[in-house]
């Protein structure tokens, strides 16, 4: 069953980021998958077989969470 991710859903890892937060927010979707710290603005690519593995949750889009 294939997970459906849609741009600027938060999105929370399974590991903190060194900023301390792990939340994140998805700027690309496509074979690889981009995210961007909420925290510090830091971005990250990886492939999405790795992003599933890392995700622990996905929180929803930003505009629904504040």
Do not use: S
């Amino acid at each position: 069953m294939k997970k459906e991710y849609n741009l600027n859903d938060l999105v929370i890892m399974k590991k903190a980021h060194a900023c301390g937060t792990n939340e994140w927010k998805i700027i690309r979707v496509g074979v690889d998958i981009k995210i961007k710290c909420m925290h510090c603005g830091r971005e990250v690519m990886m492939d999405r077989l790795e992003f599933e593995h890392k995700l622990k949750k996905v929180v929803g889009e930003k505009n629904e969470c504040k």
